[in-house]
């Protein structure tokens, strides 16, 4: 049996990694191919401790709680998904589109650690989580790049300026900074592509960066 491809899609809070994947999914679906979405995390019953972690249970801000700790809940949460849910389309040749994966962890995780901690994160989230844990590895990941203060535009749309809907992660905009900065430092370290979500300070219009993933796609599988 032939295995699917898996591709990722990360960004910050508010970098429209939703929109985006939904619209790469339409388009992959006109070609005939299957193709699935998933999503992390997933808010079932595997996703408990990311509750409690997000909504403050563990301490008001990210910090309160060490990368590693956090890092496991996510990662548990992945497992549960894989094995009960789309391990057997992926091994089918399905292609699965992930709205975050592992790579979240590089981001918002690593995010709290010195950048020398923070390649040793990388180096053990690799080794956990694709060869202990032996999670799929993607295919590619699009990080879509927009800085946190545009990021946070996005957000306040989604959240009608309503600060409490906000989780741990959302309401700390120097820690988002941080995650920004993470991100970039991972984008080159693990050979994510970048997708320029932003210009001169604007945020580009959603079809223009769909081109863009298109285009990006196009490159790695031939099926667009
Ligand atoms: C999937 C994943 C998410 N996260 C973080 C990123 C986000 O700040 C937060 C919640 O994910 P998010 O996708 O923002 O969920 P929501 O649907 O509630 O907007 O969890 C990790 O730290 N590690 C992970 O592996």
Known sequence: ??????????????????????????????????VRQISFPTYGKSSALIEL???????GRAGDVNP???????????????LGDWRA???????IVADRYTTSNAIHQA???????KRAFFA???????????????????????????????????YSGDERKKDVHERDLAYLEQCYETAQLAARELGWQRIECSGKGEIKSVQEIHLELVR?????????
């Open 111 to 117: 995010a709290k650690l010195s950048t020398e901690q």
């Open 68 to 82: 590693y700790a956090a890092s496991t809940f996510f990662t548990v949460d992945r497992v549960a998904s894989y």
């Open 216 to 224: 990006r796609v196009k490159e790695i599988c031939d099926i667009l």
């Open 124 to 158: 053990w989230l690799d080794d956990f989580e694709y060869e202990k844990v032996k999670l799929p590895r993607p295919d590619a990941v699009f990080f879509l790049d927009l800085p946190p203060a545009l990021g946070q535009e996005l957000m306040a749309r989604r």
């Open 1 to 34: 049996m032939g295995k699917g491809k898996l591709i990722v899609i990360d960004g910050l809070d508010g970098s429209g990694k939703q929109t985006q994947t939904k619209l790469l999914l339409e388009a992959l679906s006109h070609t005939g191919q299957p």
């Open 89 to 95: 389309d992926y091994e089918a040749g399905t292609l």
């Open 53 to 59: 972690y997000l909504s403050g249970a563990f301490g």
